[in-house]
């Protein structure tokens, strides 16, 4: 059973810097698709940012393009979710999936195994 363990969630202040890490256990993660999701009080849930376990196409919200930055360590089988310029609407529980189809998707549906979450705070 695959096991996805996000941590490194925090209160910061807008314009702060935060590194999400996300664990990945229980399976070969070869040919699929990390994706990070983020869920805000009262809101959907909605895509982030997505990476194929070989680290090419790395894929983008438009409201995070060019402030964040998706990438994994094979050798630790950890994705990494670099967040900076942090903003307040950035403010959510921010959760890792993995999607075993191997297409970088943002439909939450794509994805196959989640994460319990990690709580991120952006005060202004």
């Known amino acids: 059973q695959a096991q996805l363990v996000e941590s490194g969630g925090g209160l910061v202040q807008a314009g702060d810097s935060l590194r999400l890490s996300c664990a990945a256990s229980g399976r070969t993660f070869n040919s699929y698709v990390m994706g990070w999701f983020r869920q805000a009080p009262g809101k959907e849930r909605e895509f982030v940012a997505a990476i194929t376990w070989s680290g090419g196409s790395p894929y983008y919200d438009d409201s995070v393009k060019g402030r964040f930055i998706i990438s994994r360590d094979k050798a630790k089988n950890t994705v990494y979710l670099q967040m900076n310029s942090l903003k307040a609407e950035d403010t959510a529980v921010y959760y890792c999936?993995?999607?075993?189809?191997?297409?970088?998707?943002?439909?939450?549906?794509?994805?196959?195994?989640w994460g319990q979450g990690t709580q991120v705070t952006v005060s202004s």
């Open positions: 999936a993995a999607n075993r189809r191997g297409i970088p998707s943002r439909f939450h549906s794509a994805y196959d195994y």
